[in-house]
């Protein structure tokens, strides 16, 4: 937010209504210039109706962290609260004693074993042995959805601290023992505890809507704040006196609702202005009047507006109230607007397995778990990425010519229509409410001319623009759906045999497109002969674009991803790990959790680069191949939010610096890396709409969310 004049002057507004106007904060303001010497200016230029300058924006923002929305310690299970507006949470005793009484209840969820992430965020006790967190934070050591397939990733684990208090020791963690619940819909999960020692009872969950409560109806979150680069970094070291993670209490007001973007989906959210970071994530936000719990706080942006889920929206749904979840009343039950969401989780096919008895390590990347398992790394993001690991690996030996001209002729042919007029390809105006357009290419030169003079080969459900010289997709353009109705719209057999056709064990054999000339396609058999040298690449993932309002249009645009225009090569064990699954991760899903649709717009390619290294393999006819494979790949994706659309840039590498180009050894690790677009850009030659450019998330806190949450590292600063 810091930079934003407007933004800035609103929020003042907004934490004027909630203090008896804006003559009472241009007082705190002046009676802090007198005390410590910072400018009540940006104040009183809001209270003017005018934007705050920006040499004020800072020390603007400190009069709100410090004398407004602060923040205090809490140590040995009380507080002090010195600030003027605040001074009666400590010298009314009906206040005081109704904070105290709560504190006990909330800790901070643990991730044993995690050397990268110190801690998930917050939880508080809703009922016997029952713990309440956001979801967000649960998919960091669990996955599946509802009440029926979730379990803990294999390797992964959490407990609970009651205490981490500013100077105290650490306090005792309790072990998280299963999970209750991963609500499908709103961003909570229920865990449990083997047994929740005495003194930390179950909070009440209101039953009042805290949307429906007045603005400036006063309200305290307590949670664990962690640091948040995106916002200034002097500003919060003062707030928090340069100390995260530990135990605070912060008071504020409900600021009415909003809808804001949440797994796929805009939802009704309890809006509130607690000074709230990342770790907060999964603290209660209490009614400072009755000490219930009025919402879930789950996300929000600093200094504007925070959300959480609306306790009463709980009380709605039956499935929490017979988890034993306690609510303040009798919890209504009966009809909500998520049942469809309850049903598509009980009819998930998303099986969940213990954790494995070989499990010798757990570590994780950002949000995403990872666990060393019988010489394999797993990610889990909550679906499961698995790369070989340890050793580096030596392909076996090359079989005789005439194995492989067996397995050659043993392949198989997917189901594909070949009648490509039904063919409409990407479109921009997939997510509705939003245009998203194709990419182009800067140089318009590079790209290969279709035989009907076009440069964009057009399939179901995505478009590719081939390299004519590398004989690769310069870029592909996908529209991706995870729509239950679009996914299996009839009760067709939607596996692996009803979709291609093939059985078991057959081996899928990629064909040309006809619409272009082969001299700018690689042909499959330059896969299939190269001595197992390169898997076949999906740039377009199968699985994204498989999609339709009948099983012909699903089956369709399956059978047009296996086109050699869709393949890139890569070296062995790249595209795919033993079981199969793609090294990119879902990074699709993690997008998800912030976006207001279920529908993406994915942009991907390889990085053709001139000093990539050229390999001699197959061609047609036993003629020799000529190609430059590529190390990098890239990919975009666009999620509609509140706001319009936010787009996120990722950089996939293969490093091959120490592959001997005669044993093809395999390296060791495969992990995205979130890019500015106009790198992205930059490095590929593939020029991006303005607005595509301009909704870049790579700065912003939605964008670091992401890429914590999908184990994403970030793009190391230029030198």
């Given at each position: 937010?810091?930079?934003?004049?407007?933004?800035?002057?609103?929020?003042?507004?907004?934490?004027?209504?909630?203090?008896?106007?804006?003559?009472?904060?241009?007082?705190?303001?002046?009676?802090?210039?007198?005390?410590?010497?910072?400018?009540?200016?940006?104040?009183?230029?809001?209270?003017?109706?005018?934007?705050?300058?920006?040499?004020?924006?800072?020390?603007?923002?400190?009069?709100?962290?410090?004398?407004?929305?602060?923040?205090?310690?809490?140590?040995?299970?009380?507080?002090?609260?010195p600030h003027r507006l605040w001074t009666k949470l400590k010298s009314e005793d009906a206040l005081r004693e109704r904070i105290e009484?709560?504190?006990?209840?909330?800790?901070?969820?643990?991730?044993?074993?995690?050397?990268?992430?110190?801690?998930?965020?917050?939880?508080?006790?809703?009922?016997?042995?029952?713990?309440?967190?956001?979801?967000?934070?649960?998919?960091?050591?669990?996955?599946?959805?509802?009440?029926?397939?979730?379990?803990?990733?294999?390797?992964?684990?959490?407990?609970?601290?009651?205490?981490?208090?500013?100077?105290?020791?650490?306090?005792?963690?309790?072990?998280?023992?299963?999970?209750?619940?991963?609500?499908?819909?709103?961003?909570?999960?229920?865990?449990?505890?083997?047994?929740?020692?005495?003194?930390?009872?179950?909070?009440?969950?209101?039953?009042?809507d805290a949307r429906e409560l007045p603005e400036g109806h006063e309200i305290f979150v307590i949670g664990y704040p962690a640091f948040?680069?995106?916002?200034?970094?002097?500003?919060?070291?003062?707030?928090?006196?340069?100390?995260?993670?530990?135990?605070?209490?912060?008071?504020?007001?409900?600021?009415?609702?909003?809808?804001?973007?949440?797994?796929?989906?805009?939802?009704?959210?309890?809006?509130?202005?607690?000074?709230?970071?990342?770790?907060?994530?999964?603290?209660?936000?209490?009614?400072?009047?009755?000490?219930?719990?009025?919402?879930?706080?789950?996300?929000?942006?600093?200094?504007?507006?925070?959300?959480?889920?609306?306790?009463?929206?709980?009380?709605?749904?039956?499935?929490?109230?017979?988890?034993?979840?306690?609510?303040?009343?009798?919890?209504?039950?009966?009809?909500?607007?998520?049942?469809?969401?309850?049903?598509?989780?009980?009819?998930?096919?998303?099986?969940?397995?213990?954790?494995?008895?070989?499990?010798?390590?757990?570590?994780?990347?950002?949000?995403?778990?990872?666990?060393?398992?019988?010489?394999?790394?797993?990610?889990?993001?909550?679906?499961?990425?698995?790369?070989?690991?340890?050793?580096?690996?030596?392909?076996?030996?090359?079989?005789?010519?005439?194995?492989?001209?067996?397995?050659?002729?043993?392949?198989?042919?997917?189901?594909?229509?070949?009648?490509?007029?039904?063919?409409?390809?990407?479109?921009?105006?997939?997510?509705?409410?939003?245009?998203?357009?194709?990419?182009?290419?800067?140089?318009?030169?590079?790209?290969?001319?279709?035989?009907?003079?076009?440069?964009?080969?057009?399939?179901?459900?995505?478009?590719?623009?081939?390299?004519?010289?590398?004989?690769?997709?310069?870029?592909?353009?996908?529209?991706?759906?995870?729509?239950?109705?679009?996914?299996?719209?009839?009760?067709?057999?939607?596996?692996?045999?009803?979709?291609?056709?093939?059985?078991?064990?057959?081996?899928?054999?990629?064909?040309?497109?006809?619409?272009?000339?082969?001299?700018?396609?690689?042909?499959?058999?330059?896969?299939?002969?190269?001595?197992?040298?390169?898997?076949?690449?999906?740039?377009?993932?199968?699985?994204?674009?498989?999609?339709?309002?009948?099983?012909?249009?699903?089956?369709?645009?399956?059978?047009?991803?296996?086109?050699?225009?869709?393949?890139?090569?890569?070296?062995?064990?790249?595209?795919?790990?033993?079981?199969?699954?793609?090294?990119?991760?879902?990074?699709?899903?993690?997008?998800?959790?912030?976006?207001?649709?279920?529908?993406?717009?994915?942009?991907?390619?390889?990085?053709?680069?001139?000093?990539?290294?050229?390999?001699?393999?197959?061609?047609?006819?036993?003629?020799?191949?000529?190609?430059?494979?590529?190390?990098?790949?890239?990919?975009?994706?666009?999620?509609?939010?509140?706001?319009?659309?936010?787009?996120?840039?990722?950089i996939l590498e293969q490093d091959l610096s120490d592959v001997a180009w005669e044993e093809f050894v395999v390296p060791e690790e495969?992990?995205?890396?979130?890019?500015?677009?106009?790198?992205?850009?930059?490095?590929?030659?593939?020029?991006?709409?303005?607005?595509?450019?301009?909704?870049?998330?790579?700065?912003?806190?939605?964008?670091?969310?992401?890429?914590?949450?999908?184990?994403?590292?970030?793009?190391?600063?230029?030198?």
């Amino acid at each position: 937010m810091a930079g934003n004049p407007e933004r800035l002057k609103q929020y003042i507004e907004m934490l004027a209504r909630a203090h008896g106007g804006m003559d009472h904060l241009v007082d705190v303001a002046r009676e802090k210039q007198q005390r410590d010497g910072p400018s009540a200016a940006g104040i009183e230029s809001a209270a003017l109706g005018r934007e705050v300058p920006p040499e004020h924006f800072n020390v603007t923002e400190a009069i709100i962290d410090e004398e407004i929305r602060p923040a205090f310690d809490i140590v040995d299970g009380t507080f002090d609260a010195p600030h003027r507006l605040w001074t009666k949470l400590k010298s009314e005793d009906a206040l005081r004693e109704r904070i105290e009484a709560v504190i006990p209840s909330v800790g901070r969820i643990e991730l044993p074993g995690n050397r990268r992430i110190p801690y998930g965020g917050t939880g508080f006790v809703v009922g016997r042995n029952l713990l309440m967190t956001n979801r967000h934070v649960a998919e960091l050591f669990a996955r599946g959805l509802g009440d029926r397939r979730v379990t803990f990733i294999s390797g992964a684990g959490s407990a609970i601290n009651f205490t981490r208090e500013n100077g105290k020791p650490p306090g005792q963690d309790l072990r998280v023992s299963g999970i209750r619940m991963i609500h499908p819909y709103w961003d909570m999960a229920i865990l449990e505890l083997e047994q929740l020692p005495e003194g930390h009872f179950p909070l009440k969950l209101s039953l009042l809507d805290a949307r429906e409560l007045p603005e400036g109806h006063e309200i305290f979150v307590i949670g664990y704040p962690a640091f948040d680069p995106r916002n200034p970094s002097d500003v919060q070291n003062t707030l928090f006196d340069s100390r995260y993670g530990t135990k605070r209490l912060q008071p504020g007001a409900l600021q009415g609702r909003g809808a804001t973007a949440s797994f796929g989906k805009l939802v009704d959210a309890a809006a509130h202005d607690c000074s709230t970071l990342g770790g907060n994530s999964g603290s209660a936000v209490f009614d400072l009047s009755t000490g219930d719990v009025l919402a879930l706080h789950f996300g929000g942006l600093y200094h504007e507006k925070n959300f959480g889920v609306p306790a009463s929206e709980l009380s709605r749904d039956g499935r929490v109230i017979s988890a034993g979840v306690s609510f303040a009343g009798q919890p209504s039950g009966g009809q909500n607007g998520w049942a469809d969401w309850w049903r598509q989780a009980d009819e998930s096919e998303t099986a969940t397995a213990p954790p494995s008895d070989h499990a010798t390590s757990a570590v994780t990347s950002s949000h995403a778990s990872v666990s060393l398992v019988d010489n394999s790394v797993t990610f889990e993001i909550p679906l499961r990425v698995t790369v070989s690991l340890g050793a580096v690996r030596h392909v076996a030996p090359v079989a005789p010519a005439t194995v492989l001209d067996s397995v050659t002729e043993a392949l198989k042919e997917p189901i594909h229509d070949t009648d490509y007029s039904t063919r409409r390809g990407y479109s921009a105006n997939f997510i509705r409410g939003v245009s998203v357009p194709m990419p182009s290419a800067e140089d318009a030169e590079v790209l290969a001319p279709t035989k009907s003079g076009d440069t964009v080969l057009h399939y179901q459900n995505f478009s590719i623009s081939m390299h004519a010289k590398r004989r690769l997709a310069l870029f592909t353009a996908s529209n991706v759906t995870g729509e239950r109705a679009l996914r299996k719209p009839t009760n067709d057999n939607y596996t692996r045999k009803g979709l291609s056709g093939l059985d078991k064990n057959d081996i899928e054999k990629w064909f040309l497109d006809d619409r272009i000339d082969p001299k700018y396609q690689l042909p499959d058999v330059f896969f299939t002969k190269d001595r197992k040298a390169f898997d076949k690449g999906h740039i377009v993932r199968r699985d994204d674009v498989a999609w339709g309002r009948t099983f012909e249009e699903v089956q369709r645009a399956n059978g047009d991803s296996y086109h050699v225009t869709n393949c890139s090569p890569q070296v062995a064990d790249f595209n795919q790990s033993s079981k199969g699954e793609d090294n990119w991760g879902d990074l699709e899903n993690h997008v998800l959790k912030s976006a207001g649709s279920e529908r993406l717009c994915v942009f991907a390619g390889p990085i053709l680069k001139e000093t990539d290294d050229i390999f001699v393999g197959k061609g047609d006819a036993n003629t020799r191949l000529r190609a430059r494979i590529p190390v990098r790949f890239w990919k975009v994706i666009v999620a509609k939010v509140e706001e319009g659309i936010a787009a996120y840039g990722f950089i996939l590498e293969q490093d091959l610096s120490d592959v001997a180009w005669e044993e093809f050894v395999v390296p060791e690790e495969y992990l995205p890396t979130m890019y500015p677009l106009s790198e992205i850009s930059e490095e590929t030659g593939v020029a991006f709409d303005p607005d595509i450019m301009a909704a870049d998330q790579y700065d912003t806190l939605r964008g670091r969310e992401v890429s914590r949450s999908a184990g994403a590292r970030r793009r190391k600063n230029r030198s």
